[in-house]
């Protein structure tokens, strides 16, 4: 790493103006926040590669998205270095700590799991978070800057404020009575202890001083220092509002299992899919391998000369096999024995794609394959597994600079909002990341991947991805919306490869996602498609989800997932693309050099 002390110009042209989509030279970016957006931007122009510019926006985001990312969470990098022409990833995922085992979620008393509401508004939610380790990580690997350098305009977005948009507002809107329970949480968010308005003026000097002080100290102060000092407290002593009506419970984190956190680089997911080489993120995610498995799937039929209607049925029915398989098989592989190898295998996949009935749709649960046998006779099971459920809130960044480095990064807090818990004095919320664990075993006598373990990781949905043609990048793409990343990418990538759309238009078509549960989630925009009767005829089921996973009588937008991505164009141009201004209020687009 080369360390240059340099002074970020605040780049407020492009923080001022959100472009869901931009084209031009010279470096790219797509988040979902124009602040965030501006301030990568800002650092390409000042001679900081694709990883510092990631970090920038990864830390910016933590001020300006706060409910879905930041210092108290974790997530997967995906980086192709144009130096080595490698695809590399760090797992910067959130860690059980110590003292957790498998009883996590069972109320002591009932026996019983907890429900879900219950368990991520508490301390034992909270898993050991992974962001900031990340970000030293990649810097130390491929930075350009120094990490102070990288976290300047975050901590100018702290200290000056942000406009409150819509988006923002409605997040914290869906969370008002959980802030109300801790007061380091409703005075940062519910200031006067009101919903504040849209274009009101945020400001988080706790944060700004707490970015300052990694700046200065290094990430030792999270990790065993001061700040996991207070992270610690707040998990223990839960920083509860006097008027509280829960009682959250907490959690078992302690000071050493900070210190002993550890975001490792690992080799990445690999399929060829149509001749383009997909890249992935591998366990603890079951990003890599479940987009892996489907693409494989997909890959035994011709989509690019079907009808519409007939690409979407084997897009679905692909999915809804696949994930029976991740739920098998698929979970921290410092813990389980995932057959990563046989799921991304062509042979597996074939003994999965054969069981897809050309007239009518599988009915779900379909039962997981057996990937230590790549012979089948193609007898479908149906199993009596529960599903797990996730839930929906994270963000995605993609970024590409002039030399050609390319970043795909999903991080996330897990559910809108957290914890709920925010740091007292240090300002930001803590993640319940540990609810993506299963909270029981999902059936009777069959093992469990996923259920939780000291020291061990959930496993997520997360899947940034990074594809090239011909041994050069040519997308980059990723997700948020918990175990329905993992459709949006396919579909998305299908909309591109496939079906002859534009990056733009592949992000904007309505997206529906089947996950191995009836019936099928659907945009209300899928439904008023004319391929959506073609699949109805086929046996598929449809439904539209409008309801928070915190509390039913809360109505959410029924969208599925917030992606962002990037296409790598001929002669150095780039194409950088946030989700359309229809899908809760869009993303934000930027080059360094516009053209067109
Ligand atoms: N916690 C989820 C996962 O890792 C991501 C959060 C979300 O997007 O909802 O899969």
Redesign the pocket.
């Known amino acids: 790493m080369v360390t240059l002390s340099l002074v970020v110009i605040w780049p407020a042209a492009e923080a001022a103006a959100q472009r869901t989509t931009a084209t031009g030279s010279g470096g790219a970016v797509a988040t979902e926040s124009p602040v965030a957006t501006g301030a990568a931007v800002g650092v390409l122009r000042n001679g900081g590669n694709a990883v510092d510019a990631a970090v920038a926006a990864a830390s910016t985001l933590g001020v300006s998205d706060p409910l879905v990312a930041g210092i108290g969470g974790g997530g997967y990098f995906v980086y192709y270095d144009a130096h080595t022409h490698r695809v590399y990833t760090i797992d910067g995922r959130e860690m059980a700590p110590a003292a957790d085992g498998p009883d996590l979620f069972i109320d002591p008393i009932t026996g019983e799991p907890l429900d879900f509401p219950t368990a991520v508004t508490s301390g034992l939610s909270v898993g050991v978070p992974g962001n900031l380790m990340t970000w030293a990580v990649a810097l130390r690997r491929w930075g350009k800057h120094s990490l102070a350098s990288d976290l300047q305009p975050a901590e100018r977005t702290a200290s000056g404020g942000y406009k409150l948009d819509s988006a923002v507002r409605e997040e914290i809107r869906e969370n008002a009575f959980r802030f109300k329970q801790f007061g380091s949480s409703s005075s940062l968010f519910l200031p006067g202890g009101r919903l504040p308005a849209v274009g009101t003026i945020m400001k988080d000097p706790d944060l700004a001083a707490t970015y300052k002080e990694i700046g200065r100290d290094g990430v030792g102060a999270l990790y065993g220092g001061p700040i996991g000092a207070d992270v610690v407290g707040a998990i223990h002593a839960l920083p509860l509002a006097r008027d509280a009506t829960l009682v959250p419970r907490p959690g078992a984190m302690s000071l050493s299992d900070l210190a002993a956190y550890r975001a490792p680089v690992k080799a990445p997911t690999h399929v060829n899919y149509r001749g383009l080489d997909v890249y992935g993120m591998g366990p603890s995610s079951s990003g890599g391998s479940t987009v892996g498995e489907s693409l494989n799937i997909m890959g035994d039929f011709n989509l690019s000369h079907e009808t519409r209607a007939q690409a979407l049925y084997h897009y679905l029915e692909a999915t809804r096999l696949a994930f029976a398989d991740r739920n098998r098989y698929v979970g921290d592989a410092a813990f389980v024995k995932v057959p990563l190898r046989q799921l991304l295998s062509k042979g597996f996949a074939k003994t999965r794609a054969c069981l897809i009935n050309p007239t009518h749709a599988l009915k779900s649960p379909v039962a997981p394959g057996d990937p230590f046998k790549e012979q089948s006779n193609c007898s479908l099971k149906t199993t009596r597994a529960a599903q797990p459920s ?5 963000n995605e960044l993609v970024v590409a600079d002039k030399q050609g480095d390319v970043v795909s990064y999903t991080n ?1 807090i ?1 559910e809108l909002g957290g914890s709920g818990i925010v740091v007292p004095g240090r300002g930001f919320l803590l993640n319940n ?1 540990l609810t ?1 664990f299963d909270f029981a075993p999902l059936q009777k006598g069959v093992p469990d991947p996923n259920l939780p373990a000291a020291g061990k990781r959930p496993r ?3 899947s940034p991805t990074i594809v090239l043609k011909d041994h050069r990048p040519f997308l980059a793409v990723g997700a ?4 329905t ?1 993992i459709t949006s990418v396919v579909q998305i990538l299908m909309n591109r490869i496939d079906l002859g759309m534009t990056l733009p238009e592949a992000m904007a078509a309505p997206r529906a996602s089947q996950r191995n549960s009836d019936p099928t989630q659907a945009e209300p925009a899928f439904l008023r498609l004319a391929s959506t009767a073609g699949l109805e005829k086929l046996g598929e089921k449809f439904a539209i989800d409008d309801t928070s996973p915190l509390d039913p009588k809360i109505k959410i937008a029924p969208t599925i997932g917030w992606a962002a991505g990037l296409e790598l164009l001929s002669g150095g141009r780039m194409q950088a693309v946030g989700e359309p201004k229809s899908r809760n209020g869009g993303g934000a687009a930027g080059v360094v050099k516009q053209s067109g």
Request: cysteine-free.
């Open positions: 996730d839930a929906t809130s994270t996330t897990e990341e993506d997520s949905s997360m948020a919306g918990g175990s990343i």
